[in-house]
C-alpha cells in the first residue's frame, strides 16, 4: 500500500479518491455531516473496512446515493415512501432508509466479487443513505455517473467509539490504513455550529421501512389510521426533530424505537 495521503477538502469533486474508488479494494476517508466515514466499493475494500473497525461481519455497511435518481435505481419503495424521501431530499436532510433491493438493480450494480454479503443484512436489506454531506456526495455521485459503481460507507473509527468530528478522532490504525484522507473538520463544525463534542449528533436518523423478519417493505398507509406494521425511526441523530416531523406528515402510524436495530 501506497504512504496514506491527508489532503484538504476544497469544495471540489476529490478526483484521486474517485479513481481510488474505481480501482480494486481502494479505501478512503471522507467528511460528512456527522463526522468521518470510511469509503469503499468492492469487496476487497469492505473487507478492509471491517479489519481495520474490527467490526462484526453481521452490521453490512451502508449503501450512499449521491441523487435521488441513483436511490430509485437501487431501492424498492413505495410512493409514500419515495415522498418522504423526496421531502429529505430538497431539505438537504441527512437520511438513511433500511429497504430492500430491486433484484435486477442488484444483479447489475453489485460487485459481483461477494459484496452483498458485507453490503446487506441477513434479510438482503440495506441502509441508502442521502445528503450525508457535500463532500461524500460528490464522490458518490461520480462514482455512479461514471461507471454505475457504488459506495459503501461506515463510520471512520473503531467500532464503538466516536470520532468527534475531527481528523484526528479516526485513530492511527484507520489513519494508517487508508488510501487516502480528506479533511474538513470545518465542514463538519457548520452542521452543528452551536455544538460541542459532548451535544453534537454523532450520526444520522435511521429509519426502518421493512418488516422485522421478512425483510418485505411495510404497507402503504393510504392516509389510513392504525396500519401496522409501520415505519420504525430506530435510530436518533442530526436533524431528529424535523424528521420526525415529516415522518408525522407522510405517514399516521409510525414508531419511535431508538436502538431497535436490524
Known amino acids: 500500500m501506497t504512504e496514506t495521503k491527508k ?19 481502494g479505501m478512503i476517508v471522507s467528511p460528512t455531516k456527522v463526522g468521518y466515514i470510511i469509503g469503499t466499493s468492492d469487496k476487497e475494500g469492505l473487507e478492509r473496512k471491517f479489519a481495520v473497525k474490527h467490526r462484526k461481519r453481521n452490521k453490512p455497511g451502508v449503501t450512499l446515493c449521491g441523487s435521488m435518481e441513483q ?3 437501487l431501492a424498492k419503495m413505495t410512493p409514500e415512501i419515495e415522498a418522504f424521501y423526496q421531502q ?16 435486477e438493480a442488484k444483479a447489475k450494480y453489485m460487485p459481483g466479487d461477494g459484496s452483498e454479503e ?3 443484512d441477513v434479510r438482503g436489506t440495506s441502509c441508502f ?10 464522490i458518490a455521485h461520480e462514482l455512479w455517473e461514471r461507471e454505475g459503481r457504488l459506495m459503501f460507507a461506515s463510520s471512520a473509527n473503531p467500532s464503538g467509539k466516536g470520532n468527534r468530528g475531527v481528523v484526528e478522532g479516526i485513530g492511527e490504525e484507520i489513519e494508517n490504513e487508508a488510501d487516502l484522507i480528506i479533511e474538513a473538520d470545518d465542514y463538519v463544525a457548520s452542521i452543528q455550529p452551536n455544538k460541542d463534542e459532548n451535544t453534537r449528533y454523532e450520526q444520522g436518523v435511521m429509519v426502518s421501512f421493512v418488516e422485522d423478519e421478512s425483510g418485505e417493505l411495510v404497507p402503504e398507509q393510504h392516509g389510513e389510521r392504525d396500519i401496522t406494521p409501520a415505519p420504525i425511526l430506530i435510530r436518533k441523530g442530526v436533524y431528529n426533530d424535523r424528521i420526525l416531523q415529516i415522518l408525522a406528515d407522510h405517514f399516521n402510524s409510525w414508531d419511535y424505537r431508538h436502538g431497535h436495530y436490524y
Open 88 to 103: 429529505c431530499w430538497d431539505e438537504d436532510i441527512l437520511m438513511g432508509c433500511i429497504l430492500p433491493w430491486q433484484e
Open 71 to 73: 436511490l430509485k435505481s
Open 129 to 138: 443513505v442521502i445528503r450525508f454531506g457535500v463532500p461524500g456526495e460528490q
Open 118 to 120: 458485507l453490503a446487506t
Open 7 to 25: 489532503v484538504h477538502w476544497d469544495g471540489q469533486t476529490n478526483q484521486e479518491a474517485v479513481d481510488i474508488l474505481l480501482g480494486q479494494g
